[in-house]
């Protein structure tokens, strides 16, 4: 029987980094994840937003180069509309190297990490893992759901889980050579993305290419539509389409906001199990990192002064208002059905008011609001530290 004051369920970013700050305030904490190595199996495009990059100290050698260009692209892939930021917008990670970088932080902060280990379930402070050593029983104070779109500790807790859900498929290429201008190249056409958007990335270090959209709406299923997209996708050249050493991602990906119930006496979900990402953009690194630090302040409180319902502030419903406007507009593009259709919106994006509305988007400062500061919480809600 193993007993610790926190067991996080799931090693992404948003697991360790709540593992990392309730470590750091001095609580025992123990983080499984039932890969055997952080570096494999990796499901994000792993985009950081400007915001991402000014609050978070992230390793600079483990990001791509800065992106200001943006290419959107109608389905015939003419004529399409260029927006230039004067700022730094995106930078790509290597994913895996962060990951590692993150379970080296928590280690150091006093986190004990168990991969190759699976969550079984449990409730009322007592949970089943399996790992090496067989089963395990853990008696944890609180468990915090890092677990995924499809979170098994939502379930347990008796929390919501997400319902509204995209499945994405991407390449990730070597690029030969540098490239002048890093672009970020997004084509609007139901029939790669139904529901989405096709994706090109190419920052002069490695090629994403991806899709993503409604399952049950892909004629030829994820994985055949995008090896057709990456055939003759923009912004990659023909000497960067090799078959051969390439690194292959997929995933659900939650759209349906936040989540309204992510706590409960006995705990709380984050990241994706949390629905921390964005309706329209499917971004979810962003609001990932800020939601942890939201969680690791809830916790804090519910374990230094013995109260569970301080998990009450925790409070999905009243996050989920940021995401009203994002959750709508995601409502649109789901109607967006058939290539003709696709092209007549992609003719508002030619006018100045589609242009404006697009920066908005994509240029914006907004990001998922961050955890409240009192007295008692600021110490974890201020530490900005990366991995």
């Not at 593992?19 to 305030?25: F, G, K, Q, R, V």
């Not at 080296?104 to 409730?123: D, I, N, P, V």
């Not at 540098?178 to 029939?191: E, G, I, T, Y």
Request: hydrophobic share 40%; net charge positive.
């Amino acid at each position: 029987m193993r007993h610790t004051d926190v067991l996080v369920v799931g090693a992404g970013l948003a697991g360790l980094r709540v593992a990392t700050l309730l470590a750091e305030n001095g609580h025992s904490v123990v983080v499984i994840d039932r890969r055997r190595d952080l570096t494999t199996s990796i499901r994000t495009t792993g985009i950081f937003v400007r915001r991402t990059l000014d609050d978070y100290d992230l390793p600079d050698h483990l990001l791509g180069p800065a992106i200001r260009r943006v290419v959107l692209y109608p389905p015939s892939l003419q004529d399409p509309v260029e927006l230039v930021s004067e700022r730094d917008e995106y930078r790509v990670g290597e994913m895996g190297a962060l990951y590692a970088a993150g379970a080296r932080a928590a280690a150091k902060a006093g986190a004990e990490l168990r991969l190759g280990t699976r969550y079984l379930g449990g409730s009322n402070g007592r949970y089943e893992v399996s790992g090496p050593e067989g089963s395990v029983a853990v008696n944890a104070r609180f468990v915090v759901g890092a677990d995924g779109a499809r979170s098994r500790v939502a379930r347990d807790l008796g929390l919501d889980r997400n319902t509204h859900l995209l499945v994405g498929a991407e390449d990730v290429f070597n690029v030969s050579e540098p490239v002048d201008s890093p672009a970020f190249h997004c084509v609007l056409d139901p029939r790669l993305a139904p529901g989405y958007i096709g994706w090109v990335i190419n920052d002069g270090k490695h090629a994403h290419v991806g899709t993503a959209g409604y399952s049950r709406r892909f004629r030829g299923g994820v994985r055949g539509t995008l090896d057709e997209f990456a055939a003759r996708a923009p912004g990659l050249a023909e000497a960067d389409r090799s078959p051969a050493d390439v690194e292959r991602r997929g995933g659900p990906i939650p759209v349906g906001g936040l989540l309204r119930r992510i706590s409960s006496p006995d705990g709380l979900l984050v990241g994706d199990a949390a629905g921390a990402v964005s309706p329209l953009t499917a971004g979810g690194l962003d609001p990932c990192l800020r939601l942890s630090d939201y969680a690791a302040v809830a916790v804090d409180e519910a374990l230094r002064t013995g109260q569970r319902n301080a998990l009450r502030e925790y409070d999905g419903v009243a996050l989920r208002r940021k995401f009203t406007g994002r959750l709508m507009m995601r409502h649109a593009l789901a109607q967006v059905k058939h290539p003709t259709m696709a092209s007549a919106g992609f003719g508002v994006l030619r006018t100045p008011f589609g242009r404006a509305a697009a920066r908005k988007v994509l240029f914006g400062d907004r990001s998922f609001p961050d955890p409240p500061e009192t007295q008692s919480t600021a110490p974890v809600a201020q530490r900005r530290t990366g991995v």
